[in-house]
């Protein structure tokens, strides 16, 4: 098995983006798999546009983007992307792109396609927090998961894809009062105990994710 696993720069000001460190330190070969990591740009549509050159180069059979999420306080695998980019600020290429599809042609919302449950509970399992998440946002980590479900549907079919938000790192929280933040090595660890079980998961696990708000 072959994983693209994607980590955007960073963005919103911040020097330094989680979501590329941590998958720069991922082990090349993990539970048997060819890890292959790409940086994306924190753009709309630009980062559609290098995953999918990414996907016709390496041919994964899954695609696994991270993202920073700022002030959530654990690991979370999103479960579904839905077709709106609604930007509260620029992408960094400046563009604030507000109420429109991402695919006008795309349904309006992909479950992504990886074994979500498995994963939470393998990184648990860990003693790492983690947990489902049923919204990416409305901003390019969106955009990314409901972009690349829409292009593994209509050019690459058979192929899987999802994604995990992570927090900040502590020293990106050093001036933001009662931000949570999680180490550099535990982040590293989390993405490892994804990985490993959407290789080793066939169907995903049958546990409550859910949430009351």
Known sequence: MKILVTGFDPFGGEPVNPAIETVKRLPDV???AEIVKL???????KSLRVIDEAVSRYDPDVVLSVGQAGGRPDITVERVGINVDDCRIPDNEGNQIIDEPIYPEGPAAYFVTLPIKAMVQNMQSRNIPASVSNTAGTFVCNHVTYGV????ATKYPGKRSGFIHIPYLPQQALDKKNMPSMSQDMMVEAITAAIEAIVETKEDIKVTGGATH
């Open 30 to 32: 993990i539970a048997g």
């Open 39 to 45: 940086e994306i740009p924190t753009v709309c549509h």
């Open 149 to 152: 479900c829409h292009l593994l």
